[in-house]
């Protein structure tokens, strides 16, 4: 028996419960510089070795981060059913929880890319977090973080709506509903689908489609009180 398809929406709200920060926390900034001149590809494009160094710091900022019990359950999910992930986070707690099916839409923190040819890319580890705008790759090219910058197209969006199309259950975690073109994507959950919202501020300036049910509580929260949903009502 084919297993339901459970299609997850995530973002920065999962992810601040393990103690990564937000540029919101930032109050849009970052050491008195605007979002936009280190997440941006004009940004980059100006000073580059400050881009670098933003990305050094957020990185250097998940070193002891773990996975928290709403990545855990996400993955223990995949016991029963078929789970797949779109997250508009950047970390690696996702696949750190075990979940196997990730979609990342705005890049990875712990990869690099070639400035050159945006498909060849080389992974980080914990001992290698830094780079300046004279990393080389294996193969020579000039690096630049693996990050969708402000400005540049979001590659991954056309294979997260046909992951969502597909869905049997969508859940939407710890995402505000308003940043596009990820908010766009529950426009493309089919009709009569089931729907679930978990954030404790739920949007209130957005309108939901009628059969979503939101769950107001953290993201830890609401995972517990969504497996127990699902469980009971799906498998």
């Not at 393990?18 to 849009?28: E, Q």
């Not at 590659?155 to 997260?160: C, D, G, H, Q, R």
Request: proline content about 7%; some cysteine.
């Amino acid at each position: 028996m084919r297993k339901p398809k459970l299609v997850i929406s995530s973002g920065a709200g999962i992810s601040a419960e393990s103690g990564i920060s937000t540029f919101r926390d930032a109050g849009g900034l970052w050491e008195n510089y605007p979002v936009m001149e280190v997440c941006s590809a004009d940004g980059y494009r100006r000073n580059p070795k400050l881009v670098h160094e933003f990305y050094n710091a957020r990185r250097k900022d998940m070193v002891g981060k773990e996975p928290n019990d709403a990545h855990k359950i996400l993955a223990e999910l995949e016991k029963d059913f078929d789970v797949y992930v779109i997250t508009q986070n950047v970390d690696n707690l996702h696949e750190r929880a075990g979940s196997t099916q990730i979609l990342h839409l705005h890049g990875e923190l712990m990869k690099i890319r070639s400035v050159v040819d945006p498909n060849y890319v080389e992974a980080l580890d914990m001992e290698h977090l830094e780079t300046t705008p004279d990393t080389k790759g294996e193969n020579g090219h000039p690096m630049r973080p693996h990050i969708v910058f402000f400005q540049e197209p979001v590659p991954n969006m056309e294979l997260a709506a046909e992951w969502v199309y597909e869905a049997d259950i969508f859940v939407v975690i710890g995402t505000s509903l308003n940043v596009y073109p990820a908010a766009g994507l529950i426009n493309f959950v089919r009709e009569g689908i089931p729907i679930y919202y978990i954030d404790p501020k739920p949007a209130e300036n957005v309108i939901l489609p009628p059969q979503i049910t939101v769950i107001k509580a953290t993201a830890t929260e609401g995972m517990r009180k969504l497996k127990e949903i699902l469980l009971k009502n799906y498998k």
